[in-house]
Structure formats: C-alpha cells, structure tokens
Nanobody, 123 residues
Framework: VQLQASGGGLVQAGGSLRLSCAAS????????MGWFRRVPGKEREFVAA????????HYADSVQGRFTISRDNAKNMVYLQMNSLKPEDTAVYYC?????????????????WGQGTLVTVSS
C-alpha cells in the first residue's frame, strides 16, 4: 500500500489542524493505520492508531483527549484531527500501516510509510 500524508502547516498554540493520509495500491480496509511523529534529533513517536473497521482507536498519553484519528474506507483515507495544539506537538507527522491484516500493535511492525507532513505550533 502507498501512503501520502498532507495537511501540515503553521498554527498558533491552542489552534487546530487536520492531517489527511491517502492510501492506494491495495485493499485499504485490510490495514490498521497509524500516525507517528518525529522531532529532529529524537526518536519517532507513536501518536495514534485505528483498527481496520475504525471501531477501535488508540492514543499516546501525550495526545489523548486532544487528537482524534478516524478513517473513511470508502475513500481510502485516514485522518488525524489535532486540537488544542501545543508547541511540543511540533514535528513531522507520518501515516503508516503494518502488513495487511495485522493488528495496530506492536508499533514496531509498521512497514508502510508516507512521506511526512510538517506541523509547526508557535507559542
């Protein structure tokens, strides 16, 4: 599956952004999907994940209650709605998927990655 993330940009603290990830090349509904982020000089961090059907979601503690992951299997899209953004949310955000029919966890098994979209939150 090929993934392409978009929607990043510059936003003030407290603001909102919605990231989108378009998938192609395979049966999208067979893949759990996740969002990760990376700050330069730091390791990649898990942000959120969603099951094949969209019925189950999981979040990192740092974004719980502020971010919402969702998907539209008819459109082959996954989204990350980010509210109450903080400067520490500044990072390059990546959408990713594990192998087909694999669970969202563990996060080490994600093998398909989009190109990343930069989110900058100013204070």
């Amino acid at each position: 599956v090929q993934l392409q993330a978009s929607g990043g940009g510059l936003v003030q603290a407290g603001g909102s952004l919605r990231l989108s990830c378009a998938a192609s090349g395979s049966t999208f509904s067979n893949y759990a999907m996740g969002w990760f982020r990376r700050v330069p000089g730091k390791e990649r961090e898990f942000v959120a994940a969603i099951s094949w059907s969209g019925g189950t979601t999981h979040y990192a503690d740092s974004v719980q209650g502020r971010f919402t992951i969702s998907r539209d299997n008819a459109k082959n899209m996954v989204y990350l709605q980010m509210n109450s953004l903080k400067p520490e949310d500044t990072a390059v955000y990546y959408c990713a998927a594990p192998e087909e029919n694999r669970s969202w966890y563990p996060t080490s098994q994600y093998v398909y990655w989009g190109q990343g979209t930069l989110v900058t939150v100013s204070s």
